[in-house]
Structure formats: C-alpha cells, structure tokens
C-alpha cells in the first residue's frame, strides 16, 4: 500500500490523522519538492504564507503582528482532508503552462501518485504543506487585498489565519465599524 495510517493527540483535545508514507514514496515526494521549490523559486507568490517553505517559519509571522493590538487567529478544520485533488491538479497545471515546465503531464502525474492519499494531500508527507499553499495562492491574494482595505495585516502558516490591526474599531468589512455605521444613520 505504500502509506501508515495512525493517530496523534491535538492540543486542543480530540486526535488527527497522520497519513506517513514508506521510504519508497517518501523519496519519490522528496525529489518532487526539490522540483516544486525550482519551478516556484523565489517564492514571490506566497508572500503571506509561512509555513511549508524555505526560509519562513512561526517566528517570521509573529514578528509581522508583534506590534499590533489586536491579533485574531482563525483556524481552517480538517485543512488537508478538505483540499480538493482536482483543483490543486488544475491549478498545478495551470501554472506548470504559465512557468514553462517542461513535461507537464508527466510531473503530474508523478505529483498524483506520489503526493495523494484516497485523494487527499495527506498530513504527514513531506509535500503537502508546499502543495496547500499552492492551493491556498488565490485564496490568500483575495484576503489581502480585503485586509489592505481595512489597514490591517494577515498571514497564514499552514490552516492557522492570522489577522492583526491597530484598532479595536476595525472590521473585516472596511467601511462597517461602528463609528462607520453610527455616521450612516445620522445621515439618514
């Protein structure tokens, strides 16, 4: 089969699924995040992910948001167990033809049976936390271009979504604070 299925406690209580691969496998995932990390370098677009690769980590985002007053921290449930197989394939894809990857067809098709799992991308292979932020790309430029509105800043390792600003009065639909709404009804 090729994988390990077996349980791990979470902080919070309850158990997760960690899916580990066999050397095999582990190996074949080795070589295609070296190969990920070569198409994706520099990097430019994960600016808001920390987790996953090269040269980011916890620390790099809790010095982002250090200085704020007000932080939120949001979690997305069950995150590998919910990226789609078929979108991740189709955005993969779409950038391979966008970076001029040579073979396209043949590195994914290596990515699907190497880094999949009853089609999931699972926790506990190497190659999975590079992937959801190839997942999470559009997702987190659509974030951040709402938190600019709103001047307050976010980032994401890995599920964990992290919000921050200066004032308690800000909301995360720019122009709905109280004071915001309080001046709308006078007007009225």
């Known amino acids: 089969m090729g994988w390990k299925e077996f349980y791990i406690k979470k902080r919070s209580g309850g158990k997760r699924l960690i899916t580990s691969p066999n050397e095999e496998i582990k190996e074949q995932q080795k070589q295609?995040?070296?190969?990920?990390?070569?198409?994706?370098?520099?990097?430019?677009?994960f600016h808001y992910?920390?987790?996953g690769l090269p040269?980011?980590?916890?620390?790099?985002?809790?010095e982002k948001h250090?200085?704020?007053?007000?932080?939120?921290?949001?979690?997305?449930k069950d995150f590998f167990n919910n990226i789609d197989e078929?979108?991740?394939?189709?955005?993969?894809?779409k950038d391979f033809k966008k970076k001029k990857?040579?073979?396209p067809?043949?590195?994914?098709?290596?990515?699907?049976?190497?880094?999949f799992y009853k089609n999931e991308i699972p926790q506990g292979?190497?190659?999975?936390?590079f992937l959801s932020n190839i997942y999470l790309k559009s997702f987190d430029r659509v974030i951040s271009t709402i938190t600019k509105w709103g001047y307050y800043s976010y980032s994401r390792y890995f599920d964990d979504l992290t919000f921050s600003f200066n004032s308690k009065e800000t909301n995360m639909c720019p122009g709905h604070t109280p004071k915001e709404r309080a001046k709308k009804k006078k007007k009225k």
């Open 105 to 115: 067809d043949i590195f994914l098709n290596k990515i699907k049976k190497y880094c």
């Open 101 to 103: 990857v040579k073979k």
């Open 49 to 51: 992910a920390f987790g």
């Open 66 to 76: 250090i200085s704020k007053k007000v932080v939120v921290r949001l979690d997305i």
């Open 32 to 45: 295609i995040l070296k190969e990920l990390y070569k198409i994706y370098y520099p990097f430019d677009d």
């Open 86 to 93: 078929e979108i991740l394939l189709k955005k993969l894809e």
């Open 125 to 129: 292979a190497i190659t999975s936390p």
């Open 55 to 62: 040269f980011k980590n916890i620390k790099l985002l809790a």
